[in-house]
């Protein structure tokens, strides 16, 4: 099988279907060709089609997975709302060029109760691994499996959720699981909303209310540059994202990156020597919205 970026994918729902595809691709493929990864849940927008596309230049073969994992979803969450449409995404799919999508079902994946849990440590004590408890635990096996079920040489991962991208390369680290794991940039709307599936549950209202966090987030270089501690920077976004009426903070946090630890208190940040993230959840009524900025010092 080799990359096309206007053919249909080819569809396979069983596990040792997608082994076997895999199987042949390798079998077949010229010495050294590899295979690139985009998990997803489907409901692809062009953050997805982005990690499609960028998969398509480094690898021979681009696998696109679309499940949604019940296991990264709490009680009171949106499993069963969360938007599903898959005959767009295949659509979508084509177009970007994946070769293979992987759409197994609920009881494909987990056919009986997981015993096993994945829970990496540190990374994900604060942000939505303290809003959502269980999430990154749900991740790590959902990521595990298919990272065992595809074998990708390489995996695509967006970073507006960079805190799932710093816990996925933990995992991958700490278990020695072959792939190298590529963070990706955050694709925006043309007004600044970075894409998610989730944005699909706004109204108009909250639609245009939620650009508060992209037009906040676009000053914390300048605020940082102007020797703002991670203190005041955090109470100076979220005074920028209270400005909208409609705003329900969940968290601000100015941490270091990777590592997701404070940085030094009572030090300008601009003094920091380290990578630094900007994180923010916010709801706009029953939408919960995530979006950052990871920065650089020196480039403050
Ligand atoms: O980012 C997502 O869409 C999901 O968390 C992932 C990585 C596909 C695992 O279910």
């Given at each position: 099988?080799?990359?096309?970026?206007?053919?249909?994918?080819?569809?396979?729902?069983?596990?040792?279907?997608?082994?076997?595809?895999?199987?042949?691709?390798?079998?077949?493929?010229?010495?050294?060709?590899?295979?690139?990864?985009?998990?997803?849940?489907?409901?692809?927008h062009e953050g997805?089609?982005?990690?499609?596309?960028?998969?398509?230049?480094?690898?021979?073969?681009?696998?696109?997975?679309?499940?949604?994992?019940?296991?990264?979803?709490?009680?009171?969450?949106?499993?069963?709302?969360?938007?599903?449409?898959?005959?767009?995404?295949?659509?979508?799919?084509?177009?970007?060029?994946?070769?293979?999508?992987?759409?197994?079902?609920?009881?494909?994946?987990?056919?009986?109760?997981?015993?096993?849990?994945?829970?990496?440590?540190?990374?994900?004590?604060?942000?939505?691994?303290?809003?959502?408890?269980?999430?990154?635990?749900?991740?790590?096996?959902?990521?595990?499996?298919?990272?065992?079920?595809?074998?990708?040489?390489?995996?695509?991962?967006g970073l507006k959720?960079?805190?799932?991208?710093?816990?996925?390369?933990?995992?991958?680290?700490?278990?020695?699981?072959?792939?190298?794991?590529?963070?990706?940039p955050i694709v925006r709307e043309a007004d600044g909303l970075a894409m998610s599936?989730?944005n699909?549950?706004l109204?108009?209202?909250e639609r245009r209310e939620a650009l508060v966090l992209s037009r906040t987030l676009a000053q914390v270089p300048a605020?940082?540059?102007?020797?703002?501690?991670?203190?005041?920077?955090?109470?100076?976004v979220?005074?920028g994202i209270?400005a909208s009426?409609?705003a329900?903070?969940?968290?601000?946090?100015?941490?270091?990156?990777?590592?997701?630890?404070?940085?030094?208190?009572?030090?300008?940040?601009?003094?920091?020597?380290?990578?630094?993230?900007v994180?923010v959840?916010v709801?706009f009524?029953?939408?919960?919205l995530i979006d950052n900025i990871l920065?650089?010092?020196?480039?403050?």
């Amino acid at each position: 099988m080799t990359a096309s970026v206007t053919s249909a994918p080819a569809i396979v729902r069983t596990i040792p279907e997608m082994r076997k595809a895999i199987r042949e691709y390798r079998s077949q493929a010229s010495p050294g060709a590899t295979v690139g990864f985009v998990p997803t849940m489907g409901f692809l927008h062009e953050g997805h089609a982005s990690l499609i596309r960028r998969s398509n230049l480094d690898n021979g073969l681009t696998v696109l997975s679309i499940f949604v994992n019940p296991l990264q979803f709490g009680p009171n969450e949106d499993f069963e709302r969360y938007p599903r449409d898959e005959s767009r995404d295949l659509e979508v799919a084509a177009a970007a060029g994946a070769d293979i999508v992987f759409l197994p079902s609920v009881e494909e994946m987990y056919p009986r109760r997981t015993a096993t849990q994945i829970t990496v440590a540190g990374v994900t004590e604060r942000l939505c691994g303290a809003s959502r408890p269980g999430h990154f635990d749900g991740v790590g096996v959902v990521v595990t499996k298919l990272f065992n079920i595809v074998s990708p040489d390489r995996a695509y991962f967006g970073l507006k959720d960079a805190q799932q991208v710093a816990v996925v390369e933990r995992m991958v680290q700490d278990l020695d699981q072959p792939v190298e794991i590529v963070p990706c940039p955050i694709v925006r709307e043309a007004d600044g909303l970075a894409m998610s599936s989730r944005n699909v549950y706004l109204s108009a209202d909250e639609r245009r209310e939620a650009l508060v966090l992209s037009r906040t987030l676009a000053q914390v270089p300048a605020w940082i540059a102007s020797g703002m501690t991670a203190e005041r920077l955090e109470a100076a976004v979220t005074a920028g994202i209270s400005a909208s009426p409609l705003a329900v903070i969940d968290y601000v946090e100015a941490l270091t990156y990777p590592s997701l630890t404070p940085p030094a208190a009572d030090v300008p940040l601009s003094d920091a020597d380290e990578r630094l993230i900007v994180a923010v959840a916010v709801k706009f009524g029953r939408t919960r919205l995530i979006d950052n900025i990871l920065i650089s010092v020196p480039e403050a």
